[in-house]
């Protein structure tokens, strides 16, 4: 990348760009998003990022952006983890999939609630995450770093319990996630007005404009 810009040194930037390239492709500027897709995205990825900051096992945001991406991404929120972590609890995985589903529900959200739904299916059939389950695995996963092909290890009916109390976890989060968009509009659209005119913003700005005072308006009425 600073090859191709004519300069003789990497700097940060060039570092991290490197990783997005590798999450989520090069950036797509030929792809022009209309007024209406690109607010849409502001919200999108403003709620994750409210929901996740909202948390208290979560990981900090690091970016948001709304600039496509080659992999298909029309924008995304990217959390880094302060330290190095191998193990999740039951809370953080909560957490991951709260954070995955928020109420704008659109074609774009697809992928989002793929994964969220994969891992309350693991908390409940891999983890022993449930109490109705208890420390039962009732999935196998072979070649799991080989694309991770699930077979499931149970009767029918089993599986039918199961599925419903995937439904319930989703739900569940799916609830928490919209009382913490409810409780925080005022800053949920603020913010998704910044990033729509900004298009990028760094964890810091979001995290300052998160922690602002609303400006209070004062009514003033002529006689």
């Known amino acids: 990348r600073a090859v191709r810009d004519g300069r003789k ?45 909202k948390q208290t096992d979560s990981a900090p945001v690091h970016k948001i952006t709304i600039i496509p991406r080659t992999s298909g991404a029309l924008g995304y929120t990217m959390q880094v983890d302060e330290q190095e972590h191998f193990l999740m609890t039951k809370e953080e995985l909560e957490n ?26 693991a908390m409940i059939s891999r ?24 077979s499931l290890t149970c009767s ?19 609830e928490k996630a919209t009382k913490i968009l409810t409780d925080n509009i005022g800053k949920l659209h603020e913010i998704a007005k910044y990033l729509y005119e ?12 998160l922690n602002e005072a609303p400006v209070e308006i004062e009514n003033t009425q002529e006689n």
């Open 9 to 53: 040194f990497a700097t940060q930037a060039d570092f991290e760009e490197s990783i997005e390239v590798v999450i989520a492709g090069y950036q797509k500027k030929n792809r022009v998003l209309s007024n209406k897709e690109k607010l849409i995205v502001s919200y999108h990825e403003v709620g994750h990022a409210l929901v996740a900051a």
């Open 96 to 121: 991951a999939a709260e954070e995955l589903i928020f109420h704008s529900i659109t074609t774009g959200a697809s992928n989002d609630i793929e994964q969220a739904t994969k891992i309350a299916r």
């Open 127 to 150: 983890y022993g995450m449930s109490d109705d389950f208890d420390m039962v695995a009732m999935e196998n996963v072979s070649n799991q770093y080989l694309g991770g092909d699930a």
């Open 156 to 174: 029918f009916e089993t599986q039918t319990l199961l599925d419903k109390k995937v439904v319930e976890l989703v739900r569940r989060e799916h």
């Open 198 to 209: 900004h298009e990028t913003i760094t964890g810091e700005e979001f995290m300052k404009i």
